[in-house]
């Protein structure tokens, strides 16, 4: 009993550090939100409506990257970290949320038990990607295994929109509850409708433009951004005994750095371990508890370089007895 309070203590104290920036500034929510919107809507706009192709392309890319912000402030609102208790933030948050593929109650529901359960195997199954652990694998029938490997296959992610939103969050959830997970199913339609929207009004290239480039492009972005949070080598699956916020937000989640454009567009995820930590941070104050409090600095740092990029999804298996991921060819030789 004395060695659980000796590590959960420590822990404890770096949450109490960060309540003073789970504090949101009103007016800079506003900024961020008013901004963000703004800058997606005119960056798609221009590529609907320019004449020159390589111009349409460029602006819809742009837009792909602003379409990842844009999530991210559908996430910190759910998780209540801006513009609570306003309802044109609940609305246009929502909507957006939806034409995302994330129904709001089934995304916060999944996306809650997540941070719940984050370094749990048992966790891992629901809101993320499944972890199976050595012995699970070598217990698991031909099936199972087939749809781990589909799971963590790195296509899965860059087939995001379909095998991450269409189906996964939306179709999947409304099947299994249609009653509770009403909102998973309108979220199609509502997907679906702004396309046809876009099409009937300017349209196949506008359609294109505007939103079927961008958003698979957005939603492949999304998925690996969450996925390498959790999956990088030295990523650590906490036994019961061990497992505290803070030490499953250390140890099973990393920090993603990007330059500054690119965390300006990824709205902070990258600073993830923090966001574990303390939900409530609003994004653009994650950096600023980080440079402000030591022990959180000491986290591995993933980077998108194709180097990291390529050692992250080769993390396939967690083996209980060496406390690592495996690789396919590691867990093979293990027989």
């Known amino acids: 009993m004395g060695e659980l309070s000796s590590h959960v203590a420590p822990g404890r104290d770096v949450i109490a550090a960060t309540r003073p920036f789970a504090v949101e500034q009103r007016g800079k929510s506003w900024w961020v939100f008013w901004t963000t919107f703004i800058i997606l809507i005119g960056l798609l706009t221009i590529a609907a409506i320019s004449p020159w192709w390589p111009m349409q392309l460029a602006f819809s890319l742009m837009g792909s990257l602003v379409m990842v912000r844009g999530f991210i402030l559908f996430h910190d609102y759910k998780h209540g970290a801006i513009l609570r208790g306003s309802k044109l933030a609940k609305y246009v948050l929502h909507v957006y949320g939806m034409i995302f593929l994330s129904g709001p109650s089934y995304w916060r529901e999944t996306h809650n038990y997540h941070h719940a359960n984050v370094s749990t195997i048992e966790g891992s199954s629901v809101g993320s990607i499944p972890i199976m652990t050595a012995r699970m694998w070598r217990e ?196």
């Not at 294109?208 to 949070?229: D, M, R, S, T």
């Not at 993830?272 to 402000?292: C, D, G, K, S, W």
Request: with cysteine.
């Open 140 to 335: 698991a029938k031909p099936m199972q295994r087939f749809h781990y490997r589909i799971a963590r296959n790195p296509l899965t992610l860059l087939f995001a929109y379909i095998t991450v939103f269409l189906i996964s969050n939306s179709t999947e959830a409304f099947i299994r509850n249609p009653r509770k997970n009403w909102g998973a199913g309108a979220s199609v339609l509502v997907h679906a409708g702004l396309i046809a929207g876009l099409w009937l009004l300017g349209g196949f290239w506008t359609a294109f433009y505007c939103f079927l480039l961008p958003y698979p492009i957005a939603a492949c972005l999304g998925a690996y951004l969450f996925y390498v949070q959790h999956n990088f080598r030295g990523m650590q699956i906490l036994p019961a005994d061990k497992w505290s916020i803070y030490e499953a937000s250390m140890k099973s989640t990393s920090f993603l750095k990007t330059n500054r454009v690119l965390d300006w567009c990824f709205g902070s995820i990258g600073y993830h371990h923090v966001h574990h930590i303390n939900a409530a941070i609003p994004f653009y104050r994650l950096r600023e508890a980080m440079e402000a409090i030591p022990a959180l600095q000491n986290v591995t740092v993933t980077t998108l370089k194709p180097r990291d990029v390529w050692d992250s999804l080769r993390q396939k298996i967690w083996d209980e007895d060496q406390n690592k991921m495996l690789t396919w060819k590691e867990a093979k030789a293990l027989g």
